[in-house]
């Protein structure tokens, strides 16, 4: 990214803000909208300065997680923050060196209202609209910039620092049984903040001069937090990007018989799995996650999982009854409550806002076409990603990126994460990052040491 007179553009950056400020502030809760003008505002003008927009997503990012308290007039505020504050920036951007996912993804979602519009399946929800703008325009910003394996990597770091720092002051300052973080959501805040971590962690770990000790402080605060949440699905997460890391760094990384790979990987695999148990042993019982793991150990089916199985029937129930274009976002609930609130089970259960299952809730709220839709962006992505890893040099590190997508695909089974308000943004920015991988290999420096015989 090439910036020319860059003081000329901060200039115009903070007119558009202030021109800005009047629709912004327009919500019950304006100190949020200043807060976030005030963020926007300073990571924009550090953009343009220092060039790196890792600190610039990632304050996207947490407005994004924020401005979902009621009062923060949700996506609106991002939204018209984006258009205003950002637009400049776009004149002095390079050409994304790829075009079709940029213009596929606008295309997609205008033809999916188009249809709405035209046939009419239901009665559109504005908040949603917004929503789904609001992560188009940053998926497309997300293309303008040039991305690699450390640079998400760093993007995950800060996020994910973000997301432990709240935590602390939560945990210090109103702590009861669970944490909810800026989402408001316990799960929502512990699934966001266990991927990313995932993608940082394993980053760390399987790059060519592995760091240790970071790795292993900034998990401790991490973990912590995760613990915090009372969520299951951080335990998980957990478990399945230490069982990826050992399995590439004995398979893949490891150059020795098979038989040493398998010995090495089940030695590791062990050793994690202790570790974990005396971690596990020495937490107290009073703990919210104890409480859940526990209720699963001894067979019984608590309201939880329940809910989710509820949740699940519904989602399917709803996909077959309008399987073209869904029912519409934000419809889940008072659709449920219409057609399966005579079931005795429902009365458990009255603010079932979602399927509980990111492909069921895409599934019975955006239909065949919006399905289609997440599987061609997630094809794309997950393509270019692996041919990222086959060409680079550093193919060990580049794993992090498809660890972090597995970790984020496993808990999306049992939440609607990242198909969900709070977390939207960075979902279209994370997909957007994976299809601008670059696949050219990188070209060795072979140094060349001088004859002095003829000298």
């Known amino acids: 990214m090439e910036m020319k007179r860059p003081w000329l553009i901060i200039f115009f950056i903070i007119a558009l803000s202030l021109l800005g400020t009047f629709f912004l502030t327009k919500n019950a809760n304006i100190w949020i909208s200043l807060l976030c003008i005030a963020a926007m505002l300073t990571a924009t003008i550090i953009l343009v300065i220092y060039e790196n927009p890792s600190m610039f997503f990632v304050v996207i990012f947490f407005i994004n997680h924020i401005t979902f308290v009621d009062g923060g007039q949700y996506s609106n505020l991002l939204l018209l923050?984006?258009?205003?504050?950002?637009?400049?920036?776009?004149?002095?951007?390079?050409?994304?060196?790829?075009?079709?996912?940029?213009?596929?993804?606008?295309?997609?979602?205008?033809?999916?209202?188009?249809?709405?519009?035209?046939?009419?399946?239901?009665?559109?929800?504005?908040?949603?609209?917004?929503?789904?703008?609001?992560?188009?325009?940053i998926f497309i910003l997300t293309q303008f910039f040039s991305w690699n394996t450390e640079k998400i990597a760093n993007v995950a770091k800060f996020h994910m620092l973000a997301l432990v720092i709240f935590g602390i002051f939560e945990v210090t300052l109103f702590y009861k049984d669970r944490i909810n973080g800026p989402m408001m959501s316990a799960t929502a805040y512990g699934v966001q903040l266990v991927i990313v971590w995932s993608i940082w962690f394993s980053y760390e770990l399987l790059k060519a001069?592995?760091?240790?000790?970071?790795?292993?402080?900034?998990?401790?605060?991490?973990?912590?937090?995760?613990?915090?949440?009372?969520?299951?699905?951080?335990?998980?997460?957990?478990?399945?990007?230490?069982?990826?890391?050992?399995?590439?760094?004995?398979?893949?990384?490891?150059?020795?018989?098979?038989?040493?790979?398998?010995?090495?990987?089940?030695?590791?695999?062990?050793?994690?799995?202790?570790?974990?148990?005396?971690?596990?042993?020495?937490?107290?019982?009073?703990?919210?996650?104890?409480?859940?793991f526990q209720s699963i150990i001894q067979g019984q089916v608590d309201n939880s999982n329940m809910g989710r199985l509820f949740a699940w029937f519904c989602g399917i129930q709803t996909f077959k009854?309008?399987?073209?274009?869904?029912?519409?976002?934000?419809?889940?609930?008072?659709?449920?409550?219409?057609?399966?609130?005579?079931?005795?089970?429902?009365?458990?259960?009255?603010?079932?806002?979602?399927?509980?299952?990111?492909?069921?809730?895409?599934?019975?709220?955006?239909?065949?076409?919006?399905?289609?839709?997440?599987?061609?962006?997630?094809?794309?992505?997950?393509?270019?990603?692996?041919?990222?890893?086959?060409?680079?040099?550093?193919k060990n590190s580049g794993y992090c990126l498809i660890i972090g997508f597995a970790v984020m695909y496993l808990l999306s089974m049992f939440d609607a994460i990242p198909y969900y308000p709070s977390c939207m943004v960075w979902g279209a920015w994370f997909l957007g990052a994976l299809i601008q991988l670059p696949v050219e290999r990188e070209k060795d420096i072979i140094l060349v040491k001088p004859s002095i015989s003829g000298a």
Request: aromatic share 12%.
């Open 81 to 137: 923050g984006t258009l205003f504050i950002f637009s400049p920036v776009f004149l002095y951007l390079k050409k994304p060196k790829r075009l079709l996912p940029l213009l596929l993804f606008p295309a997609l979602l205008l033809l999916y209202y188009l249809l709405v519009l035209s046939l009419k399946p239901y009665a559109l929800n504005l908040v949603w609209v917004m929503l789904h703008l609001e992560a188009m325009a």
């Open 321 to 394: 009854d309008n399987p073209l274009l869904g029912i519409g976002n934000g419809n889940f609930m008072q659709f449920v409550q219409q057609n399966y609130g005579h079931l005795p089970i429902s009365s458990l259960f009255p603010t079932l806002i979602h399927a509980h299952n990111a492909t069921l809730v895409i599934l019975s709220e955006n239909g065949i076409f919006g399905i289609t839709t997440a599987l061609i962006l997630v094809f794309m992505a997950l393509s270019q990603a692996f041919r990222h890893i086959k060409q680079s040099n550093f």
């Open 209 to 292: 001069k592995p760091q240790y000790k970071s790795a292993v402080i900034y998990t401790i605060f991490a973990a912590v937090i995760m613990i915090a949440t009372g969520t299951r699905m951080t335990a998980i997460g957990v478990a399945v990007t230490f069982a990826s890391i050992l399995f590439i760094r004995s398979f893949v990384a490891n150059r020795v018989s098979i038989y040493k790979r398998v010995l090495q990987f089940g030695l590791s695999g062990i050793a994690a799995a202790l570790t974990i148990l005396a971690v596990w042993t020495i937490l107290p019982q009073e703990l919210q996650i104890k409480k859940n």
